[in-house]
């Protein structure tokens, strides 16, 4: 995730990356649909959203006025989403005006407030309302600024010859796909992979902004696309997606399942670790087959940062597939916990967050914060579930 916005911007983090530990594993389990994918909404009431009136929804409020923050400062007349049934950047500024004026805390105000201004649309894929959702968190590593036999790991910023491409930017049917890569003869050409670039490809560029003790949480770190790393003085480094080599994303759950070391049923962040702990000499080789690297930048103030440039909220943001749903839009989430015997996820949360194993109309990675805790349950998030999506009630999208 974390990864968890633009191409230039901080956030794309989990753009190539995020998200969702099972990000490693996701490719291996998604279901295969005859149709291309395509989101469909079914309108619905409020009293359709199961758990509705038993969320907390003040809590969501802080994330929502955020994203509404990333809203204001943009054209009115630019699109919201992908489509024109999400309207315009100027459809959704009077609902976050309205948003600003609410009592902050005020349970019934807050509740009044969204069930007055948004009207509730169940996704689907082709209509099937079914789909996956993980969870993410924010890493936590320990460091050092200069090299040494304990901290030999480096982590980089991103190199300035880097050119990361929106190819949405140029053809309307390729938005939400990026290419990376650097310029040679005025063409652009791939970028180093993982192998080359660990290997030391990048060293005389002193590129490091800290070095870690772990190769592991380093790959891990790079899978949520932010985290904080410990130095020995004791002061806390933020660190958050700056760029990605642009080669695709393989996840390393699938590898281990076609060498029958796990199975679909076992796979997660833990297992995963478990057998790169148990066999360390063919974890490099292991990691290395995924060859896409994440740079990173060092990040002042409040984090993560989603794709959409905001602060991310523990179990308030959800990391979405932004061809088809827009950033910044309100939904609820109803999908199983990963704890055994645990009520349903029942919430409303925020997308501001993208990853690159989060594909298609009903698939989302929830942000779950940092700390043992966090990590352990986002590690073994594999839930299915469902979601709607609040739209502003001067829309009227079609299916």
Known sequence: MVARSGLNRLPDHFLALTA???????????????????????????????????DSLAEVMPALLKSCDRLKPQPPARNFGPDERFGTIGDWLPVC???????????????????????????????????????YYEAELRGALQRSARYPVPLHRRPDDLVMVD?????????????????????????????AIVEGVLDPRKLEIVWVDDPVDAFFLQIQGSGRVTLEDGRVMRLGYAGQNGHPYVAIGRELIARGALTRETVSMQSIRAWLAANPGEAAALMNT??????????PGDGPLGAQGAALTPLRSLAVDRRFVP????????????????????????????GGAIRGPVRGDLFWGHGDAAADRAGR???NGQYYLLLPKGLAPAS
């Open 20 to 54: 969702g530990l099972l990000l490693l594993v996701v490719a291996a389990c998604a279901p295969v649909t005859e149709k291309p994918d395509q989101l469909t909404l079914k309108p619905v009431g409020y009293a359709d959203l199961p758990g509705w009136q038993a």
């Open 327 to 354: 950033l910044g839009t309100p939904v609820w989430l109803d999908a199983q916990h990963p704890d055994a015997g645990a009520e349903r996820l029942r919430r409303l949360v925020v997308a501001q967050d993208v």
């Open 167 to 195: 190819l949405g930017q140029f053809r309307d049917e390729l938005k939400g796909q990026r290419i990376a890569g650097r310029v040679v003869g005025g063409n652009l050409k791939p970028y180093e992979d993982r192998k």
């Open 381 to 383: 998030m594999k839930s």
């Open 290 to 299: 995924n060859p896409s690297y994440v740079f990173f930048r060092e990040l």
């Open 97 to 135: 005006e309205t948003a600003r004026a609410v009592p902050a805390g005020d349970a019934t105000a807050v509740r009044t407030f969204f069930e007055s201004n948004f009207r509730p649309y169940r996704a689907g894929n082709n209509g099937a309302p079914e789909g996956l959702f993980t969870g």
